[in-house]
C-alpha cells in the first residue's frame, strides 16, 4: 500500500526505493491536495461573510418563497403523473395510502443498510423505559436543549448561543466516544447540571437522540430544541450553514420566547425551523425505501409526495414527536458504520422521518419568521378543551355468566392470549405490557390504577357499559368498587348496553345467552338500579343532569314514551333528571326513527360501526390468501376522511367518537375485521381533527372507544406495541393545557 506522508512501502512495509519519476508525481500530488484545501478554505470564509451579511438576512424571505415555489412544482409534477396513471387504470378513486404499510422489496435498499433485513411486527416491543416514566418535579424547566457534539472544537459556538435562552431549560449533551470526550469538562464547568451520554460514533446525531427516546429522557417537557456540531464537509459553505442554523434556531431570547410559547399553545405545530430550511420532495434522494421500512414498523401510512423535514436537523420540536422515535424500536445495529456518507443511511431517514411523523399527525412545520405571526392568531381564536370520554369494558373478571357459558374462569383474556396473526405483517396479539398486565376487575386497585393513569394523560371519565336484563345485573363487580371506595378520583357514566347476550359477541343472529325481554315498568326497576350511581358526585353531569347512553334504543318498542318515564323516575328517585344520549346505529342495525331522535338530547357516533369512513383493501390479495373484500379497512383514511358531523336527523347533535384501532380477530379468528395501519401517529391526527371540529366545540365532549377493548384492539391503555403512546397522542391532540 502507499501513503501521501512518506516514500511507498512494499509488502513488508520497509520503504522501496521507487523511481524518480514516481516520486515526482507523488509531489505533484501533495501540492495539487494542498491547492485544493486551500480553495475549499477560502470558499467557505467567503460564503461566511455572505451567510452573515445583512443582504443575506434581508433576501430571507425571497429564498423561502423560492423554495417552496421549488417544491410545489415537484408536486405538480408528481400530481399531473399520479393523475394520468389513475386515468390509465380506468379513473378509480380510492384514497387509500400504502406506503409504509408494507415492507419494501430488498432490491430498492441501499446495498449495505441494515433496514432492508425487515422486522416482524408482531415481535417488535417498545422500550419499557421509554414509557413516560419520568416525572419532572413541578416547577422545574419545562425546556429541553439536546445537542450532539461530535466535533469538540465547535461546541462554543452552541454554548454562546445557549446564553441567550429566556428561562430555566434542562440540557442533555450526547458526546461521541473518543477524541470529543475532551469538551466534556467544559460543558459541566458552563453547566454543572447538564445530563451527559457518551455514545459509538454510529448513526450521526440520530442515533444518539433514539437512544435518548428509548430511555424516556424526552418526556414532560412543553418544547425541545434539538442542536449538533455539524460540518457538513460535502457543502462548501458548511461552516456558514451551520452557525445559519444555530442563529435560527437561538434567534434572540424573544424569538425563543415566542417560539416555545407556540410549541406550548397550538396543538396543529409539530416543528418550528429556521427560516428557509424546510426541504422538500426534491430531497427524498435514495431515502425514500428506508423512510417506508421505519414507517413499516409501526405500520404508519403516509404521502410521499407531501414530503417535508427540517434540513439540517436542527429544530424546535414537540417532545411527543421525538418520543414517537421509541416506537420504531432501533437499536445501534439499525444504523451504519460511520463513513462520511451524505446520503441513504439510517439517519438521513430518520432525519425526513420526523417530517412525515409531524405530517400524519396533523401538525405543522413553521418556519421562524411566521412564528410571530402565528402565535398571535391562536392567541385570538383558542377554544376550550373538549371533555373526552373513554369506553370502557368491564369484562376482565370472573363471573357466573362467564363460567357458565364459556368455561370455569373465562374472561376476555382468554381471546385476547389465543389470537394470531391472519398475514405475515398482521399486528396480532395485542397485549398488554408491563404496566398493565391481565389484571382482575375483582380487585378495587386495577381500578385506582386506572383512574390515576386516566388523570394524568388528562382523559376526563370512562363510559362503563352497563348490563342490565330487565333486572338481572352482569358483570358489576367494578362499579361497585367504585361506589364503595370514594379514594376512587374516577368520574364515570353508564351506556346500558342493552342488547342481547349471544354466542357470537357481537348482538347478531347467534345462540342468545341473556335475553333481554322487557316488561312493564322495567323504566322505574332501571333508574332504581343506577340512581346509586348518578347519585355519587364523581357521576359526569352534561347540563346539570346525569348522563346516560342508550347503546340500541331500537330494541325499545316505544322509545319516547320510554325516554320521558326514564326521565321521571329520575326525578323521582332526587335526581335532576337525565340527559340522555342514543348511540348511533350499527350498519347491522338499521337507522333510528325520528321520534326515537326527537326523546334524546342527542347522539354519539360509535365507530366502526358508525361515524367512521371504510375502505378496504380489497385490491391487496398479499394481505392475505383467502380475506373478504371486506376484512381489512384502511385506518389512515378513517383517520383523515371521517367525516365528523355536528347535527343529525331532527337537529339533534352527533358527537364524535374516535378509535385508537379495531381488530378483532381475538374474538372472532378469521371471521373477523381490522383497521389495518393504527398506531399513535395516525391516531394522534384523528384526535386533533375531533377535538378541533365544530361539532365537539359546540358541544364539549368527545368520546373514545374504547380504553381497554382488547379483544377488539381499540385500547387507550399501555400495550407491549406502543407502551403509553396512545394515550400519550391523545393527550397532545387536546387544544389547552391542563396542569
Not at 129 to 139: E, H, S, T, Y
Not at 504 to 520: A, K
Not at 656 to 664: L, Q, R
Request: charged share 25%.
Amino acid at each position: 500500500m502507499t501513503t501521501l506522508d512518506g516514500p511507498p512501502l512494499d509488502e513488508t512495509g520497509l520503504e522501496s526505493e521507487g523511481s524518480e519519476e514516481t516520486q515526482a508525481e507523488l509531489s505533484r500530488l501533495r501540492q495539487r491536495v494542498t491547492d485544493l484545501e486551500l480553495t475549499v478554505e477560502e470558499y467557505r470564509r467567503q460564503m461566511s461573510q455572505v451567510l452573515a451579511s445583512t443582504s443575506w438576512r434581508l433576501t430571507s424571505p425571497v429564498r423561502a418563497v423560492a423554495s417552496r415555489g421549488r417544491t410545489a412544482r415537484v408536486k405538480s409534477r408528481r400530481a399531473l403523473k399520479k393523475l394520468a396513471n389513475r386515468n390509465a387504470d380506468g379513473g378509480g378513486h380510492s384514497s387509500i395510502r400504502t406506503t409504509g404499510l408494507f415492507m419494501p422489496p430488498a432490491d430498492a435498499f441501499p446495498l449495505y443498510s441494515p433496514l432492508k433485513q425487515g422486522v416482524g411486527v408482531s415481535q417488535l416491543r417498545r422500550p419499557k423505559c421509554a414509557d413516560g416514566v419520568i416525572q419532572r418535579p413541578l416547577g422545574s424547566p419545562s425546556v429541553l436543549v439536546v445537542a450532539h457534539v461530535h466535533y469538540p472544537e465547535l461546541w462554543p459556538d452552541i454554548d454562546d448561543r445557549l446564553a441567550r435562552m429566556p428561562e430555566e431549560f434542562d440540557l442533555v449533551v450526547t458526546i461521541t466516544e473518543g477524541e470529543a470526550e475532551s469538551v466534556i469538562p467544559n460543558i459541566l464547568r458552563r453547566h454543572p447540571h447538564a445530563h451527559l451520554e457518551v455514545c459509538k460514533n454510529k448513526g450521526r446525531d440520530w442515533a444518539p437522540l433514539v437512544e435518548l427516546a428509548n430511555k424516556g429522557l424526552l418526556s414532560g417537557y412543553d418544547a425541545v430544541a434539538k442542536v449538533h456540531t455539524k460540518k457538513s464537509e460535502h457543502r462548501i459553505d458548511g461552516d456558514g450553514w451551520r452557525l445559519a442554523l444555530l442563529d435560527g434556531i437561538f434567534e434572540s431570547p424573544e424569538q425563543i420566547r415566542r417560539t416555545v410559547d407556540l410549541l406550548r399553545e397550538d396543538r396543529s405545530v409539530g416543528l418550528v425551523v429556521p427560516t428557509s430550511q424546510v426541504a422538500g420532495v426534491e430531497h427524498w434522494g435514495s431515502n425514500r425505501p428506508l423512510v417506508e421500512a421505519l414507517a413499516f414498523r409501526m405500520q404508519m401510512a403516509f404521502e410521499p409526495d407531501d414530503l417535508q423535514f427540517p434540513a439540517g436537523s436542527m429544530f424546535w420540536c414537540r417532545p411527543w414527536l421525538l418520543e414517537r422515535m421509541a416506537d420504531l424500536c432501533l437499536d445501534g445495529a439499525d444504523f451504519e458504520p460511520e463513513g462520511g456518507q451524505y446520503d441513504a443511511t439510517t439517519a438521513h431517514a430518520l432525519e425526513r422521518l420526523i417530517g412525515i411523523f409531524s405530517s400524519v399527525a396533523g401538525m405543522d412545520i413553521v418556519e421562524a419568521m411566521d412564528v410571530k405571526t402565528r402565535l398571535a392568531t391562536v392567541r385570538r381564536s383558542s377554544p376550550a378543551r373538549p371533555k373526552t370520554l373513554a369506553f370502557y369494558l368491564p369484562q376482565f373478571h370472573c363471573t357466573p355468566e362467564n363460567d357458565e357459558f364459556w368455561g370455569a374462569g373465562f374472561t376476555d383474556w382468554v381471546n385476547v392470549r389465543k389470537a394470531k396473526p391472519l398475514f405475515p405483517s398482521h399486528r396480532q396479539p395485542i397485549l398488554p405490557n408491563y404496566t398493565t398486565g391481565f389484571y382482575d376487575l375483582a380487585d378495587p386497585e386495577v381500578l385506582r390504577t386506572q383512574a390515576e393513569l386516566a388523570k394524568r394523560y388528562s382523559l376526563d371519565g370512562f363510559i362503563f357499559h352497563y348490563y342490565w336484563f330487565n333486572g338481572r345485573e352482569v358483570l358489576k363487580t367494578p362499579l361497585e368498587n367504585w361506589l364503595g371506595d370514594r379514594s376512587i378520583e374516577l368520574p364515570l357514566a353508564l351506556c346500558w348496553a342493552n342488547e342481547p347476550w349471544t354466542r357470537r359477541w357481537d348482538g347478531l343472529d347467534g345462540e342468545t345467552l341473556i335475553p333481554q325481554d322487557l316488561t312493564s315498568g322495567w323504566e322505574s326497576r332501571f333508574i332504581e338500579s343506577v340512581a346509586p350511581f348518578m347519585r355519587d358526585t364523581r357521576y359526569i353531569q352534561v347540563q346539570g343532569k346525569p348522563l346516560l347512553l342508550i347503546y340500541r334504543v331500537d330494541l325499545i318498542s316505544d322509545f319516547a314514551k320510554s325516554a320521558s318515564m326514564l326521565r321521571a323516575q329520575a326525578i323521582e328517585q332526587g335526581l335532576s333528571g337525565l340527559h340522555i344520549l342514543v348511540v348511533q346505529p350499527s350498519r347491522d342495525f338499521g337507522s333510528l326513527k325520528s321520534v326515537a331522535l326527537e326523546a334524546s338530547d342527542g347522539l354519539v357516533s360509535f365507530p366502526p360501526g358508525s361515524g367512521v369512513r371504510l375502505e378496504h383493501f380489497s385490491r391487496l390479495p398479499a394481505l392475505a390468501d383467502n380475506h373478504r373484500d371486506d376484512q381489512f379497512i384502511s385506518y389512515d383514511s378513517a383517520a383523515r376522511l371521517s367525516t365528523i358531523e355536528g347535527l343529525g336527523n331532527a337537529g339533534k347533535p352527533v358527537h364524535p367518537t374516535i378509535i385508537p384501532g379495531w381488530d378483532n380477530t381475538a374474538r372472532r379468528g378469521g371471521d373477523s375485521y381490522a383497521f389495518v395501519g393504527s398506531n399513535p401517529v395516525t391516531f394522534r391526527q384523528w384526535a386533533y381533527r375531533a377535538a378541533a371540529a365544530p361539532a365537539v366545540r359546540n358541544s364539549g365532549l368527545l368520546f373514545v372507544n374504547a380504553w381497554n377493548e382488547w379483544a377488539e384492539g381499540a385500547v387507550l391503555e399501555p400495550s407491549e406495541r406502543f407502551g403509553d403512546g396512545m394515550l400519550a397522542a391523545l393527550k397532545d391532540s387536546q387544544l389547552a393545557d391542563e396542569s
